[in-house]
């Protein structure tokens, strides 16, 4: 009882932090817009101050962008320092107010507040090429996942014979991928086509829309990748299974758990976090995606280590024949090669903050998790074995139908 009580506190104070959580980007654009809003009030409330006492003299309340100028008499002088998003020196800037109004700035915003700046702009041109090659390679990356994986799916829907449980799951993990790689195009073109958009700023039904519908299919992926270690898990652990109710079970797993998950995610942001497109992954809120991707990646893992147990003590027995033993080596080599190079990556950063290695981050799941389309259509289609043989069989009989054309053709020209 100790730990559900401890595990439910740890749960509000997440969700509390997330009321609390700014993405660090958007801390600057978010802090001036509430300091233009408090100094617009005070820019009313000393205008009808005037117009109640016109023999008034100095100053107005001014906003210049960044700081508020409040009201004085003339020849005073008013420092201000960086707004703390901004604060990495202790350089104040002073306007002196004259007869003819508030003087220049003492020394530019610029100049004041950002310092190393041939620095900080070569780490900034350096970011921008990086994350444009990144984009790039995970645009063709995910244009090959959907190519390679509907043709995969056009196969398996041509040839009626390979139609089994088996390669209905695979049918529905193909089209997960198909969702999240749409997911990622579509936001892509709605959050970051117009680069003139502040993104901090922005907060659209559409945009929202698309980013619930981006994390529903990168939920629904990862959860068939572990339905994909756990029907195979069934399949080596028990000789009689019936696999028709599984399969009904993997549906609502897969596509029944994520859509939960989005709607309570959906709930909470819209009623505590309603603000920008819902993608700030630094609000405390997206650990109610990121929980259910974690447990599904350790299951998988465990999966695949339980599999390659029941893998190895079963090629070890002597009374399989030579049949069974090469069913057990290729299920043997599809998880092999499946399992731990589909979502265990995912734990090298999961917990850890955002922010923390965002190029390598980036490098694992968005170039690396580009091609995860690719390669399972690899695997599970043009590399398999019943999918090559009835190619195959298909080759042959067109052949077949070609050279008996061909000879009926040939036997009416000479008997005519």
Not at 171 to 187: G, H
Not at 234 to 244: G, M, Y
Not at 258 to 266: A, D, R, Y
Request: proline share 2%.
């Amino acid at each position: 009882m100790d730990l559900i009580y401890g595990f439910i506190i740890w749960t509000l104070m997440v969700t509390c932090e997330g009321m609390k959580t700014v993405h660090p980007e958007c801390s600057i654009v978010l802090h001036l817009q509430e300091k233009e809003a408090d100094c617009q009030l005070q820019i009313g409330l000393t205008q009808s101050l005037f117009n109640y006492n016109a023999t008034n003299t100095g100053c107005v309340v001014e906003w210049d962008g960044v700081n508020c100028w409040p009201a004085v008499s003339v020849g005073e002088r008013v420092s201000v320092s960086c707004p703390p998003p901004l604060l990495k020196s202790h350089e104040l800037i002073t306007r002196t107010c004259t007869s003819e109004g508030w003087s220049r700035l003492s020394v530019s915003y610029y100049d004041a507040c950002f310092q190393d700046n041939s620095t900080e702009q070569e780490e900034t041109g350096h970011r921008r090429e990086y994350f444009a090659r990144v984009k790039l390679i995970y645009t063709v990356g995910y244009g090959m996942s959907i190519g390679s994986l509907c043709i995969a799916v056009f196969i398996f829907c041509i040839f009626r014979k390979l139609l089994c449980t088996r390669t209905y799951i695979h049918l529905n993990l193909f089209s997960s991928f198909i969702l999240r790689a749409l997911a990622v195009f579509v936001k892509d073109a709605v959050l970051f086509a117009d680069e003139t958009v502040n993104h901090c700023t922005v907060s659209t039904v559409l945009c929202k829309a698309v980013v619930t519908f981006f994390q529903y299919c990168v939920l629904s992926n990862f959860y068939w990748l572990l339905i994909e270690g756990l029907h195979l898990q069934t399949l080596l652990a028990f000789t009689f299974t019936h696999t028709r109710t599984f399969f009904w079970c993997y549906i609502l797993i897969g596509w029944g758990a994520p859509s939960v998950t989005v709607i309570i995610w959906t709930f909470f942001k819209h009623k505590y976090d309603n603000h920008g497109c819902w993608d700030d992954l630094d609000s405390g809120y997206w650990w109610i995606i990121k929980i259910p991707i974690l447990l599904s990646v350790f299951v998988n893992f465990l999966v695949f280590v339980n599999i390659s147990r029941i893998i190895v003590v079963k090629t070890k027995t002597p009374e399989l024949n030579g049949g069974d033993r090469q069913l057990y080596r290729r299920l043997a080599k599809s998880t092999l090669l499946l399992i731990p190079l589909f979502g265990v990556h995912y734990t090298v950063f999961a917990l850890f903050p955002e922010n923390v290695g965002l190029e390598a981050r980036l490098f694992f799941e968005l170039v690396l998790g580009s091609f995860q389309g690719f390669i399972v259509a690899l695997l599970y289609c043009f590399l398999n074995c019943e999918v090559q043989n009835e190619i195959r069989k298909e080759i042959g009989k067109y052949k077949f139908r070609t050279d008996n054309n061909t000879f009926h053709m040939a036997t009416q020209d000479f008997t005519a």
